[in-house]
Nanobody
Framework: VQLQASGGGSVQPGGTLRLSCTASGFSLGDYAVAWFRRAPGKEREAVSCIDDSDGYSQYFYADSVKGRFTLSRDNAKNTAILEMRSLTPEDTAVYYC?????????WGQGTLVTVSS
């Protein structure tokens, strides 16, 4: 069982990055998926979440990313994708993905996003 986060990198302000969270050993579509980030010197912050446990997709976005970040699933690839647009230096952080259902909780390794000119 593994959760792999990828897609981080360096980008200029205003740029776009797509982070992927890919599961192996379990079906990611059966789990709620969340992205968190930890910026230097700051607490971990919940960025976005998708939860289909009630039979329909419910989304959460932090106020700081609303309108700029979009979380989606690609169940054929067993992947969740966080598309990040209009990036600012304040989005610089290590981003972590998390998959959870009651009694099961998996974390991917972090992927670094750096936004600077």
């Amino acid at each position: 069982v593994q959760l792999q986060a990828s897609g981080g990198g360096s980008v200029q302000p205003g740029g776009t990055l797509r982070l992927s969270c890919t599961a192996s050993g379990f079906s990611l579509g059966d789990y709620a998926v969340a992205w968190f980030r930890r910026a230097p010197g700051k607490e971990r912050e919940a960025v976005s979440c998708i939860d289909d446990s009630d039979g329909y997709s419910q989304y959460f976005y932090a106020d700081s990313v609303k309108g700029r970040f979009t979380l989606s699933r690609d169940n054929a690839k067993n992947t969740a994708i966080l598309e990040m647009r209009s990036l600012t230096p304040e989005d610089t952080a290590v981003y972590y993905c998390n998959a959870y259902v009651p009694l099961k909780n998996y974390w991917g390794q972090g992927t670094l996003v750096t936004v600077s000119s």
